[in-house]
Each structure stands twice: as C-alpha cells, then as structure tokens.
C-alpha cells in the first residue's frame, strides 16, 4: 500500500510519455489511380482487406437520402460471375468473415480471413467494383430489410430520432445534416435506378482506397491488387457537388418530449474544424480539449457536474474531427433527481464560460497528450481497428505523413493553441442546444 | 456462376493448412503461492492486458437483493485504501492504465491494460481495489443512481423488456430469472451490508479464472500473481445443480407503442459440458448462427425482407442450457416472421443438414477460429473463458478435429434431441398485428 502510493507520486513527478512503437506501415498506387496502404501485423495468419469508395451519404442527390447506403446492402447480392445471394456464403465457406458500412464521406467493405484467402477475397471485391448484378426481385426485399433497420436504430428509440433532430439543425445547408441511412420517406421510393446511378458514378478504382491488414508482405499484396484491381478501367468522376455551409448567425434550440424516454438529456453542440479543412493544429487541440473536458471521471465535466456538484448521471464532450468538410464538438448531460434541464443548462454554460475566461493548466494539457498517445498504443491491438483508422483517413483526405507526424503535431500543442481553438468554436451564437423530454402520458395527465 | 462456385469448393479440401494460434504458445503459470494464469506471451507491441473471471456472478445474488453483485462490481473503481474515487482514477491516468469490469449471470469479470512498463504499478492498484474497496455511503448512491438510470431506460426498451420477460417466465424461481441489474424495487431496498456480503460471495480464488497476454515474461507474471491475488479469501466452489427452465411453448404479447415489434424466443438448451455440445453448435450455425449465412436470415431477410437481424443461438448457462433466438420487426411482419421461424425450427428438427450444408459449416467454423486470436485482448478473453468451460489447454489444437468429426447423423440425432418448434416460448414487445398471448405460438398467430 505505502510503497504503491510513493511509486506512483513520482511517477507523477516525471509525467513521462510512454514509449511509441510505430506500426510498420506501406503504401502504392496501381496505375489505374488506386490507392493502396499495407498495415503489417504478423501475430495471426490472417488478414483484414477492405475497400474504401470516396462516396457517402454527404454525395447523395436531392430527394435520394440513403441511396448510399441502400447501395452497400445490394452490393451484396451478387455479380455476373457470382449467383445471387452468395457472396457472403463464399467468404463463410472459405472461414471468413464480410461486412460493410456507409459513413458521411465513405462506404467500405471488408473481409477477415486466412492470410492465403487474400487473392480469392480481392478477386471477388474486384469483381463487384463494376459489375454487380442488382435483379429487380431483390430491390423491393432490400428495401425493406433497410428499413427495419432504420425502425431497430432509430424510429423504435427517442434518443435516436432525437439525435437526428439534433444533427439536422446542427447543419443550414451541408448534406451532414442528413443521417446516413436516410429519411424513411425518401428510402421508401428509392428504387434500382437509383443505385445503379450512384454505383456507376463512384464506384471505380480511382475514387477507391484498398487497405489490407495482417500476416502479410508489401510486395505480394501490391501483386495481387494489380492482377485483381489493376486490371480495372478508371472513370472521370463527377466534380464534387457537395453544399457549403453558411455563417450560423443565431443560435437554435431543440426540444422533443417523448412518453418513451427513460432518461432526459441535453445536448450542445458546435460546428469546428476538422482534420481535414483544418491548416493548423486546431483539430488536434480540439481533440485535446475534449480529453481535458471529460477523458475519465477525474476531467472537468463528469468532475464538476456528476461529483462536486452532484448534477448530473453523467457528462462529458466529444470532438468528431474525421470528416472531409467539417467537425464537431459537442456536449452532453443528463440531469440527475430534482434537477432540471435549465439548471444543467446554467451548469454547462457556467463551465464554458470559466473555461473560456480561464483557460487550461498546463498539467491538464500534459495529461491530456499523454493519454492520446497511450490511446495509439492500445489501439495498435486491433487489425480492424488499424485498418479502419488508416481507411477513414485516407478517404477523406489525410495523408499518410500526416498520420505520421501525427504525435509531433500533438506534442507541439500548447495551452494558447488551445484556448484560441475554444474560443474560435465555442460561440455562443453557432450553438444547437437539445432538450430530450420526457411527454407525461394521458394516463400521467389525468391521474 | 456456378463454376465459381465450384472452383472455390474444390480448393477447400488443402484448407486445414491454415496455422492457427497452437497451444505450444499457451502457457500455464503457476506461481509459488499457487494461483495459475493461462499465458501467452506477446512482445510486439509494448502492452499487457490481464481478463480475470470470479466463476458466480449475479446468480450469487440472493432472494430479494438481486442487483447487489452488479452494484458490488461497480465499486471496484469508486475508491480502495487510502484512495478516494477521484485519487484512484488520477493514479490508473497518471499510468495510462484501464481497469474495466461486468457482472453477468454467472460470472464477474475484470479487464487490466496496460502499458508494459507500468503493468506491476497496474496490478498493485487492482490488488487494493479488490482487498481494500471502500464502500463509502458515497460511492454507493452514486453507483446506485446509474443503475436506476440504467434500468429506467431499459423499462423502455422494447428488445430489454421482452428479454426481462422472457427470463422471468422461463426460470421462475431460480436466480436467472432477475436481470443482473436486479430490479427498481430490489437495488433501491440493497443496503452497504448486502453490498459487503455480495462481495464476500463474488471474490474467491476458488473460483478465479486467469488470463494474461502481452509484453512480459512467465517469471515476473508469477511474482505480479501472488501480489495481486495471493491474499484473496479461498471462498468456495459453486453450486452446479441445474435449475429449472420451462418446458411448455407459449406466446407473451406486451404492449408498446413501438413502430418494431422487438422479440425474444427460445426454449430449453444444452449445458456446455454435454457431449452433443459441438454438433449442436454446428447444427446451429446453419439455423440462424451464421450471420448472413443462415436458414434463418435466407427465410426471413434476404427472400422476404421482413427483418435486419434475425439469429438464434446456443447459450450455455452455469446450471441451465437454453436455445435462443430473436428477431426485430415492424408490427405488421411479426406473426409472418414467427411462422417462418417456427417452420425453419421444424425443418431442422425433421431434416437436419444437408452434405452440402454440413461441409459449409464446417469450412467456416474451422477456417474462421482463426480469426478469434488475432489480437491480445480476443486471445485474453479465449484464455478465460476456456478455462471457465473447463475446457483443455490444448483445447485450440483440438477443437477443429471436433467440429471436423460432425457427421449428418450426429446433426440428425441433435437437431431430434433439442429443436422443440412447439415448445418455443415467445415474448413480443410491441404492437404485433394479428397476434394475442396464448398457450401456444401458433394459437396466438391464428387467435
């Protein structure tokens, strides 16, 4: 006990950064323009392949929300070569494991497999890349199933139909605003056309990134991607016509009171910088500023809200800085016992407000750093988690020596450079702040 | 398209080729005070990450006080010895260190990581966690409070009510039949000595089950061992008398104004120790295991849209098997669904597999356990939970010889032995169309 409490006091002293070890990572680009990243990790003979289409739910045209989407789900029913309804039974007889999913910016699909199943895999994403085979019997069934999983994420849940409320009026004008799966609406109406058109716009090799994961050597996957993908014609890809977002002027607010919520909440949110559009390292300080904010209960807000004031259940922020034109940072609180929604209101404000007036210590900062730099660390155990940071990346637009020089950039914050970042998002008239209510039901009323 | 097809089953037969993680690399510890860990040593990135399981868990809960091991667990990090909460997780920051844990029904669990370099500091913080927890009035009403929260919003949760119901009515009067949670009633009633007395129960190291992987060697494990654990109380070996499960089908139909009807079915199981355990789970595999692969999701997904996640699943419990299974579904498709599922259940009970389908099986459950050890914290979580079946430590060399050996007549007598289409006992959660709570599934359908 004693000898514990002294270790760890001056190991506080020292405030050490652990020691970094690098994954060992490589790039190529086939001549047909697509991008290609090798994540070695040789722990298990097996592998991780996904392919990343610069293509999500922010490229969709008007009217069409969730064709993106929609498109993911037909992707897997089948091409010329390979009969309706097998693609996901082929990877399973062969002992893998295939999914996909469709963000803002992207669509990704991928197979876990053994390491010498990687040509077979490539072959068939290649195959799919231009030559999916939609049959018009599949196109009403597919609708449905997405949307029953629209009802599963968001209609049978307030939070979820809360939190799109929220993101719709979090953007004027910009396609974020949309969620990925769709308006049910709009998805109802979405037809073979309309994918079809989306497929054949985007999905190509130079509007493609391929990233391969695991037990594997550079030079026989850059092999295998020419024989699979090289052999594949580019097209011209469409100018990017994606909305800009406008000024925000006036701050909106957002109330839903629904008879099924369990658990009021608030929510406050900011348009910010992200990785992308961001020239300096406000998207790193932002990030840091929301560890400073809550990254564990000893942090600002869960400290302050949920123990020192005993306010709040729960509280914290978050900045969601990967996205190709804008981020956001954000926060949120549930009320606890008496407390009302106005009064959590006053406490958050309160916070920000002390926050922009005295800043953050230098210690925060430096813990701050530390734990994303261990974060790196532990993240280096997942094979799909790697791939799936280097994909996002990629497709948005990041660069490999970004990543890099990531931790550099990191370490080069200071406590100014991280004011001047609150100061630049957190403006009182860009906020949406959401009350989620629960509505008394009749029989509540009446009794 | 069929020639693919056949191309890819034909190179299937050179497949068991495929090196898996083998048991050579499994080590068991024993240190000088006697505790025993299951090891495997992983120098390739700089962190250590350590699963240990109490054998016991919620079911430990006595009448009355259920809730009050899960309330215990959520102790673990509100403050030990001469630490309060706030110091406790300054000091797991300051090391860059995690330190996670659950309840489930029969087991409590404990997840470490760390960095390598900080890995004894680590396990001395949870060696005064889990011998010198505070208990203050304190911690326990803030932990109390987001348990209420918690089943606040599971109260409105159609998929979490229709599975509370379901284990209410199947288990009666055993110990299953309450969630880990507990309920409202019962965490509100628990007081600081159920609270001590539960934890009295949960921790003992006759019931411990040890896993560590990462960038340490098998010496300085065993001396962290006898620190951490070496003065744990012995406690005693669990009662393994079965409990009773329900043996009649029927139809609950509970009222929510939900567009998704959300359901939970399912009747009597296998224990884990049976030996017909490895056919059935192959047998399973193809009813509704295999993800996009299965009867089930071919049935009532991919040709009739009718849901986006339908499964089934063997689930072993201490001293109860149960065969479960699931479905979500707009109001109008439950009773279609139900009937579908019912007669795929039928199906496998009369017919079994075919060659074909049973070779299938086998391909994905050998080729993909793989991919089950492709990262330290997946290789941790096998080694305990091995060791909790009471399963070998060669057991990964062995078990796809096991799975491998599964012949039709096995899958026959199995699918006779456990699939009970009439016995199925349903709960629905919604507003299902055409459907009443009755004796019998299909009474309900057509009633």
């Known amino acids: ?447 | 398209m069929r020639t693919l097809a056949l191309a890819l089953a034909a190179s299937l037969a050179i497949f068991p080729a495929i090196a898996q993680e083998d048991s050579s690399r499994i080590k068991e510890v024993t240190s000088p005070g006697g505790i025993v860990a299951w090891f495997v040593e992983e120098p390739s990135i700089p962190i250590v990450t350590v699963q240990v399981e109490f054998d016991g868990g919620a079911r430990l809960d006595e009448k009355g006080k259920e809730g009050a091991v899960n309330l215990a667990s959520g102790l673990i990090e509100e403050g030990a010895g001469d630490m309060d909460n706030q110091e406790f997780a300054a000091k797991l920051d300051d090391l860059s260190s995690s330190i996670g844990f659950s309840a489930g029904r029969d087991g409590f669990s404990i997840s470490v990581s760390s960095l390598s370099e900080n890995i004894d500091e680590t396990m001395d913080l949870l060696h005064v966690a889990l011998t010198e927890t505070l208990f203050t009035d304190e911690a326990i009403e803030r932990v109390r409070e987001q348990v209420l929260s918690n089943l606040r919003s599971q109260e409105n949760d159609a998929q979490a009510q229709a599975s509370r119901h379901w284990y209410a009515e199947v288990f009666g009067d055993s110990s299953y039949a309450v969630p880990v949670t507990g309920t409202t009633e019962s965490v509100k009633a628990l007081t600081r000595d159920d609270l001590l007395e539960a934890w009295g129960r949960m921790v003992a190291k006759a019931r411990m089950k040890i896993g560590v992987v990462g960038d340490i060697d098998a010496e300085t494990l065993a001396a962290l061992l006898d620190e951490t654990f070496g003065d744990l109380p012995e406690g005693e070996a669990l009662d393994l008398t079965p409990v009773s499960v329900r043996e009649t089908g029927g139809l609950v139909v509970i009222e929510e104004d939900v567009p998704q009807s959300a359901v939970v079915l399912g009747h009597r199981g296998i224990l884990r120790d049976d030996p017909d355990y490895i056919p059935a789970y192959v047998m399973n595999y193809v009813l509704g295991g295999g993800g996009l692969t299965s009867r089930l999701t071919d049935e009532v997904r991919e040709k009739n849209g009718l849901a986006y996640s339908v499964y089934s699943y063997l689930y072993p419990l201490d001293r109860a098997g149960l065969y479960m299974g699931g479905v979500a579904t707009a109001n109008a498709r439950v009773a279609k669904s139900l009937e579908l599922i019912q007669q795929e259940w039928a199906r496998m009970a009369t017919g079994g597999l075919t060659q074909e389908e049973l070779e299938a099986a086998k391909t994905y459950l050998t080729g993909s356990f793989a991919l089950r050890f492709d990262s330290n914290a997946k290789i941790t979580s096998f080694l305990v939970g091995a060791q909790s079946a009471n399963l070998p430590i060669d057991y990964i060399d062995t078990r796809n010889g096991l799975v491998e050996a599964v012949t039709l007549e096995d899958i026959k007598r199995v699918a006779e032995r456990l699939l009970k289409p009439d016995d199925l006992f349903v709960v629905v959660v919604g507003k299902p169309e055409g459907m009443e709570s009755a004796d019998s599934l299909m009474e309900g359908i057509d009633g």
Not at chain 1, 49 to 60: F, I, K, L, Q, T
Not at chain 1, 74 to 95: C, E, H, R, V, W
Not at chain 1, 279 to 299: C, Q, V, Y
């Open chain 1, 1 to 447: 006990m004693k000898r514990l409490a002294s270790t760890l006091l001056a190991a506080f002293a020292v405030m050490t950064t652990p020691a970094f070890a690098e994954p060992v990572v490589s790039d190529f680009t086939l001549d047909n323009g697509m991008r290609a990243v090798v994540i070695e990790d040789h722990r298990a003979p097996v592998v991780t392949h996904m392919v990343w289409y610069r293509v999500g739910s922010a490229d969709e045209p008007p009217g069409k929300t969730g064709i993106a989407h929609y498109l993911e789900h037909l992707m897997f029913k089948g091409t010329d070569k390979i009969a309706p309804g097998q693609f996901s039974k082929i990877i399973a007889a062969n002992g893998g494991q295939d999914n996909a999913f469709t963000s803002r910016d992207y669509t990704a699909y991928f197979q876990r497999i053994a390491k010498d199943r990687l040509g077979l895999v490539m072959g068939m994403e290649a195959d799919r890349m231009r030559n999916v085979n939609i049959r018009q019997e599949d196109i009403v069934a597919e609708r449905d199933v997405v949307i029953e999983e629209r009802n599963s994420r968001t209609d049978n849940n307030p939070g979820g139909r809360f939190r799109e409320q929220y993101m719709a009026a979090l953007y004027l004008n910009h396609a974020y605003g949309i969620p990925v799966i769709g308006w049910r609406e709009e998805i109802e109406s979405l037809d073979r056309d309309d994918a079809l058109e989306m497929y054949e716009r985007f999905y190509a090799p130079n509007n493609a990134i391929l990233i391969v994961a695991g037990d594997v050597n550079p030079d026989e996957v850059k092999a295998l991607a020419e024989e699979h993908y090289g052999v594949i014609e580019p097209v011209d890809l469409p100018e990017s016509v994606r909305a800009t977002e406008p000024p925000h002027l006036a701050a909106r607010r957002l109330e839903m009171s629904d008879p099924r919520v369990a658990q009021p909440r608030i929510w406050r949110g900011y348009i910010a910088p992200s990785y992308v559009t961001d020239e300096g390292n406000k998207a790193e300080a932002l990030s840091l500023l929301s560890d400073i904010l809550s990254g564990g209960t000893t942090r600002r807000l869960p400290k302050m809200l949920t123990l020192d004031t005993d306010l709040a259940l729960y509280a914290g922020a978050y900045y969601s800085g990967m996205a190709r034109d804008m981020g956001e940072f954000a926060f949120y609180a549930a009320p606890k016992g008496d407390t009302t929604l106005p009064e959590l209101e006053g406490a958050l404000d309160w916070m920000i407000a002390d926050l922009l007036e005295n800043g953050v210590t230098e210690e925060e900062l430096a813990r701050a750093k530390k734990s994303a730099i261990a974060s790196e660390i532990f993240a280096q155990d997942s094979q799909s988690a790697m791939a799936r940071q280097y994909g996002a990346a990629l497709t948005i637009g990041i660069e490999l020596d970004e990543i890099k020089s990531w931790r550099d950039r990191l370490e080069a914050v200071t406590v100014d450079d991280v004011m001047a970042a609150a100061r630049d998002v957190l403006v009182p008239e860009r906020s949406v702040t959401g009350y989620l209510m629960k509505a008394e039901s009749k029989e509540g009323a009446d009794g």
